[in-house]
């Protein structure tokens, strides 16, 4: 299935940057990782990824169509290292591949990036850890909230375990060097698995970011840890997450209205975007 194609909208020059897998993953960690760092850093759109077996859909934002999957990509920054320079490109898609796309889509993306000499590609991942079921109950009314909300979001996410893949001595090297536990053994699926397994075959560095998330609902606090963990991984920036502690519940709250709205409504008239989900 060799139908799907990139389309640039805009000649950039990529080489040495470092690419975000932003396709919908466990707790949509991916999704709210690669759209907080579209709005954070104020990429540019720069291309579409499009295929006759994608969705015929059109996603309006701000009164604007949007392909089904874009390509975002920031201008060269300096870092705090004055040697390093920094460039983020952000692949984003709402709608899941199905699995007779992934593989397709994935060397899409692998082409496309070693093609431009980018330096690697990370996907941020939800991983669901054996455990007993935690219950997730809103607080009853004669419940006192905790004295600083924010404090105790950033508590939870810190208490997040967060593991790290590499399909390269080279990325698990560069794992090693930055205190990131190593998967050991279990399965990742869906493109970010397919992009492991792509970047082995072709020793180009892809790293899989896994951080312990919920699988029934979206997980903004999954996606603050890693985005903590890709700040000093590679953007040397000091990207302020704190912003996503805040409105963490909020924007779990908002996308399962989105998803619920979807699911009930035959013409798909989406609500206004969170500010995260721009």
């Given at each position: 299935?060799?139908?799907?194609?990139?389309?640039?909208?805009?000649?950039?020059?990529?080489?040495?940057?470092?690419?975000?897998?932003?396709?919908?993953?466990?707790?949509?960690?991916?999704?709210?990782?690669?759209?907080?760092?579209?709005?954070?850093?104020?990429?540019?759109?720069?291309?579409?990824?499009?295929?006759?077996?994608?969705?015929?859909?059109?996603?309006?934002?701000?009164?604007?169509?949007?392909?089904?999957?874009?390509?975002?990509?920031?201008?060269?920054?300096?870092?705090?290292?004055?040697?390093?320079?920094?460039?983020?490109?952000?692949?984003?898609?709402?709608?899941?591949?199905?699995?007779?796309?992934?593989?397709?889509?994935?060397?899409?993306?692998?082409?496309?990036?070693?093609?431009?000499?980018?330096?690697?590609?990370?996907?941020?991942?939800?991983?669901?850890?054996?455990?007993?079921?935690?219950?997730?109950?809103?607080?009853?009314?004669?419940?006192?909230?905790?004295?600083?909300?924010?404090?105790?979001?950033?508590?939870?996410?810190?208490?997040?375990?967060?593991?790290?893949?590499?399909?390269?001595?080279?990325?698990?090297?560069?794992?090693?060097?930055?205190?990131?536990?190593?998967?050991?053994?279990?399965?990742?699926?869906?493109?970010?698995?397919?992009?492991?397994?792509?970047?082995?075959?072709?020793?180009?560095?892809?790293?899989?970011?896994?951080?312990?998330?919920?699988?029934?609902?979206?997980?903004?606090?999954?996606?603050?840890?890693?985005?903590?963990?890709?700040?000093?991984?590679?953007?040397?920036?000091?990207?302020?997450?704190k912003p996503l502690y805040k409105e963490a519940e909020a924007i779990e709250m908002q996308i399962k209205s989105i998803r619920s709205q979807a699911k009930?409504?035959?013409?798909?008239?989406?609500?206004?975007?969170?500010?995260?989900?721009?």
């Amino acid at each position: 299935m060799s139908d799907i194609r990139i389309y640039e909208l805009k000649k950039t020059n990529l080489r040495g940057a470092t690419v975000i897998d932003g396709f919908p993953s466990i707790g949509l960690v991916s999704s709210i990782v690669a759209n907080y760092l579209v709005n954070a850093l104020e990429l540019e759109q720069i291309g579409i990824m499009d295929s006759n077996f994608f969705p015929s859909i059109s996603l309006i934002r701000n009164a604007q169509p949007l392909n089904t999957v874009r390509i975002y990509a920031s201008e060269r920054v300096r870092g705090t290292d004055e040697e390093d320079v920094d460039q983020i490109v952000v692949f984003i898609s709402e709608f899941q591949p199905p699995p007779n796309l992934i593989k397709p889509i994935s060397a899409a993306i692998l082409d496309w990036i070693q093609e431009h000499r980018c330096r690697m590609l990370i996907s941020p991942e939800g991983l669901v850890i054996e455990r007993e079921e935690e219950e997730v109950e809103l607080p009853s009314e004669d419940e006192k909230p905790p004295e600083d909300p924010e404090e105790d979001i950033e508590s939870k996410i810190k208490n997040l375990e967060l593991f790290g893949v590499g399909s390269t001595p080279r990325a698990r090297n560069l794992l090693d060097d930055n205190d990131i536990s190593p998967f050991i053994e279990g399965v990742i699926t869906g493109v970010a698995g397919v992009l492991l397994n792509e970047g082995k075959r072709r020793d180009f560095d892809v790293i899989s970011l896994l951080a312990e998330a919920h699988s029934n609902y979206p997980d903004a606090r999954a996606a603050a840890k890693i985005i903590e963990v890709l700040d000093r991984l590679v953007l040397n920036i000091h990207i302020d997450s704190k912003p996503l502690y805040k409105e963490a519940e909020a924007i779990e709250m908002q996308i399962k209205s989105i998803r619920s709205q979807a699911k009930t409504s035959k013409v798909m008239k989406a609500p206004p975007s969170p500010r995260m989900y721009g």
